[in-house]
């Protein structure tokens, strides 16, 4: 018979002001087995875990529970308590009257009955806890950056430069992600190309960084500290070793239709190409859809054109396999579609157009070399409104409900970059709010109206109408004239909404971790770890895990590294003991929990079994340790109760289900 | 129960969605014959001054042309709101049960023609 001690927190008044603590400190002394109960004020803190130690050192206890907060807050600090005790850190149980209990429930009474009968199954479950070690498993030390946006960039300079490999894979066929396609940057209005090139060199020439473009994660096997993971390098028809990037095969290719993707389809490129100037690696890929030598067999012309025979029209996909201690995810975002905001003209006028489009309609480099012009007719515009929170703050099932963040500054950004470069035209801003935290944000913001003339109207456009004369018509209001106002405008730029790249869901998926409703990766503690994910040895960097700028985006990307060294400077990994167990007289060998194994943990062997007297050869399933990580599907699945996690066995739940039907 | 209780309850809307955009007034045809302008309307329920409501010309001007309720980006709807004000003030007149041949004498030259097909479809149903 074990002797259990019980320990209940008050949580300063979290429990005590919804809980009769004294009360569960009584029903808990007439439980069998308990021969100590007290509470505390806070058990957590150092004189509260010094009485646990002393009651296991003066009853001998063997076993203890302690009724408190969550056990993804504390188990860890009183399972160490119990350790240094010498007593095994598995004999300590935690019932959540807390998060499961106090915060949930306003009468006294009924709270302090189901911390009861909480604290009563947490007793029976203890008295069948077996001791058990933790294992140790190897850390492969080497990491994985999913994306090379400046999320993922910074993120693999910062590991590298600590001394670990990094590899990147980038599904373009550059490295830069969004950041490259922007001509200015808020707050200093520097040239994005300007700060962002010598990061995408410094990670291309890093001898600890590796970079797979136009690559994509096919597979992730294998757990903390140990990953496996299947890359595939898509055929870029262009052999990298001979390729010196001078674009001779770019000005020749005849075929000319398909639509730059790198300048949002404004304009089009040749099949054969490399998606910027600054592009790392500068090494062209073909695109087979468009490719007429791939369709048709007839063309060749950058082969024949190409001094150094770098073109193969023969390459394929070629999919490679690398081990990794950490993943990070960083696969950033992109604009929703607009398909359903009709009124806003989007679809109908090449005049509307998104935000993102004018950076690229900016840049030298885009559609128009960098001049501001309307894509329907070239003449230059000079009446420009924008409209903020397009498919932003919206509960209407055709946007999102979040603030994108980013917008009110950027286009506080082009409002002030095009005052200033095209003096006779006019700017307009219809805001619901203009949101500007940050470091000389507001600032910012307040020079384009003061110092730059941009007129900031207050109230969300209804509708835009395009009219004949090519004009378009915008409906808006004045909220604080309470006016309506029809304004006829030469261009429309929509603050688009963004949301995590759609890839997102199927690396969510590979990775098994978790994603919010709105596609965001989701941290394990939005406030105490936001750069890891709940699923151990992945980590978020960047846009994909929330709206962010620049600057956050960095901050961040070094976070997510840190805690990626502190994972690869260990050697080894403790492993959770709580593994699964099959029994072998039960077991009847049927696969169904091999099936269900998210961690392909279980095999099966040929083995002889004494069932009561009878010897005979049966096929059993088999748990590798290292892999399993104690997830519980198999137990389930079991047909025949065979298998069982050690630490939360069958016998171990119906106790604590028998203590509360009791 | 109260005014704003039963404009709510006869709507189903919730007026405390509502962030103040101001696109459901951008979108109004009938913004300048209105003194309460849509978005307005929807801060009156929340401040529970139906009396002014009531006193308004806007619930009789609105056209149940519904280009709010399509682009009102919190769901708050306020032509449904405005609708269900001109119905609870219609049944406080005692004029709920209209039928045909009582319309001509409750016409007069301000009520659009909307307005009486959306009470059709209300009380004739
Ligand atoms: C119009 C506009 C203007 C902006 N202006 C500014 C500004 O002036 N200042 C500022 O601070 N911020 C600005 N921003 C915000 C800035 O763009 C972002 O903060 C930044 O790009 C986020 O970087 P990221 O690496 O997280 O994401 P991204 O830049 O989106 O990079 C993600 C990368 O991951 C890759 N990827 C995606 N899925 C996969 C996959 N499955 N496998 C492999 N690779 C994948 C993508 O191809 C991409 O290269 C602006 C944004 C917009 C839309
Ligand atoms: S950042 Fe500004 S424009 Fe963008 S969604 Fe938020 S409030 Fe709207
Ligand atoms: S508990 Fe079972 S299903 Fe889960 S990882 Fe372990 S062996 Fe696989
Ligand atoms: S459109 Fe909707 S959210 Fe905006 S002011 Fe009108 S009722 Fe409120
Ligand atoms: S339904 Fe009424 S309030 Fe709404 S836009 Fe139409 S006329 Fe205006």
Redesign the pocket.
């Known amino acids: 018979m074990r002797r259990i001690g019980v320990f209940v927190c008050h949580c300063g008044s979290n429990i005590a002001a919804t809980v009769d603590v004294k009360k569960v400190v009584e029903m808990a002394l007439n439980e069998q087995g308990v021969v100590h109960a007290e509470d505390y004020p806070y058990m957590c803190s150092e004189a509260g875990q010094s009485r646990i130690a002393e009651a296991i050192k003066e009853k001998q206890l063997s076993g203890i529970v302690v009724c408190s907060c969550s056990p993804r807050m504390h188990e860890a600090t009183f399972r160490k308590c119990a350790e240094t005790c010498g007593l095994n850190p598995y004999l300590v149980e935690i019932a959540n009257i807390r998060e499961h209990c106090s915060w949930i429930h306003k009468d006294v009474e009924e709270a302090t009955e189901k911390a009861v009968i909480l604290m009563r199954a947490a007793v029976a479950k203890v008295h069948l806890n077996a001791p058990l070690q933790a294992g140790e498993s190897a850390v492969t030390k080497r990491a994985l950056v999913i994306g090379g946006g400046i999320a993922g960039i910074q993120t693999a300079i910062d590991i590298a430069d600590a001394g670990y490999k990094v590899d990147i894979v980038e599904k373009t066929p550059s490295i830069g992600g969004r950041m490259s396609q922007l001509d200015k940057t808020f707050p200093t209005l520097d040239c994005s190309a300007c700060i962002l090139t010598p990061k995408m060199v410094e990670a291309a020439s890093h001898e600890n960084i590796t970079i797979h473009t136009y690559s994509e994660v096919e597979k992730v096997s294998g757990f903390v500290g140990n990953f496996t993971v299947d890359i595939r390098k898509k055929a870029r028809f262009v052999n990298m070793d001979k390729c010196t990037g001078c674009g001779v095969c770019q000005e020749k290719c005849p075929s000319k239709k398909p639509l730059n993707e790198f300048n949002r389809g404004l304009n089009t490129r040749t099949a054969i190409y490399t998606p910027f100037a600054q592009a790392i690696p500068n090494v062209p890929v073909i695109d087979p859809q468009s490719c007429i030598k791939l369709n048709t067999g007839k063309c060749g012309v950058c082969e024949k054109f190409c001094q150094v025979g770098a073109i193969d029209y023969t390459q394929k996909d070629e999919i490679i396999t690398e081990s990794y201690g950490a993943i990070v995810v960083a696969t950033g975002f992109d604009t929703i579609n607009l398909d359903k905001y009709g009124e806003y003209a989007y679809n109908e006028s090449k005049d509307v157009i998104t935000s993102l489009e004018l950076e690229r309609i900016m840049n030298a480099a885009g559609p128009t070399k960098g001049h501001l012009e309307r894509l329907s007719d070239g003449k230059a515009p000079k009446e420009i409104v924008f409209i903020q929170c397009v498919g932003s703050r919206c509960s209407d099932q055709r946007g999102k409900p979040y603030c994108s963040k980013i917008c009110c500054m950027y286009t506080a950004k082009h409002a002030m970059l095009i005052r200033d470069k095209y003096p006779d035209t006019n700017v307009t801003v219809f805001y619901i709010d203009v949101r500007t935290p940050g470091k000389n944000f507001d600032e910012f913001y307040r020079r384009a109206v003061e110092d730059y003339g941009v007129n900031y109207v207050k109230g969300q456009v209804g509708k835009v109408a395009p009219q004949p004369d090519g004009s378009l018509l915008v409906h808006g209001v004045d909220l604080l004239e309470n006016k309506q106002i029809l304004k006829k405008a030469d261009m429309v730029v929509l603050a688009t909404a963004i949301e995590p790249n759609p890839d997102v869901r199927k690396i969510a998926t590979m990775l098994t971790a978790s994603i919010d409703t709105n596609n965001f990766l989701t941290e394990a503690h939005p406030k105490l770890r936001p750069v890891e994910s709940p699923t151990a040895g992945v980590f978020l960097s960047g846009v994909c895990q929330g709206p962010k700028d620049i600057p956050e985006t960095v901050a961040q990307a070094g976070a997510a590294a840190v805690k990626v060294i502190g994972l690869l400077a260990k050697d080894k990994l403790k492993t959770n003991p709580c593994t699964a167990k099959a029994d072998e007289l039960r077991c009847n060998g049927c696969s169904q929990c091999a099936n269900v194994c998210p961690y392909g943990a279980i095999s099966y062997e040929v083995r002889q079994v004494n069932d009561h007297g009878i010897r005979e050869d049966r096929r059993i399933a088999v748990v590798n340790s290292a892999l399993c990580q104690g997830c519980g599907a198999c137990t389930v699945t079991c047909p025949s109760g065979a298998m069982d996690l050690q630490g939360f066995s069958n016998r171990q739940i119906i106790a604590e289900v028998d203590a509360i039907c009791r | 129960m109260s005014a704003v209780e039963r404009i709510k309850e006869i709507s189903g809307v919730n007026p405390l969605k509502c962030m103040k955009c101001g696109k459901?007034s951008a979108?109004?045809?009938?913004f300048d014959a209105m003194d309460i302008k849509?978005h307005q309307f929807v801060s009156y329920v929340i401040n529970d001054d139906v009396e002014a409501l009531a006193n308004s010309k806007s619930a009789w001007k609105?056209?149940?042309?519904?280009?709010?309720?399509e682009r009102c980006p919190r769901d708050v709807q306020?032509?449904k709101l405005?609708d269900a004000a001109r119905q609870m003030l219609i049944r406080q007149r005692g004029q709920e049960g209209l039928s045909p041949d009582e319309i001509p004498a409750l016409l007069d030259d301000e009520t659009p023609q909307q307005l009486l097909m959306s009470a059709f479809r209300k009380y004739r149903r």
Do not use: E, T
């Open positions: 459901c979108s109004c045809p009938s849509p609105c056209l149940s042309c519904f280009a709010c309720i306020p032509g405005i």
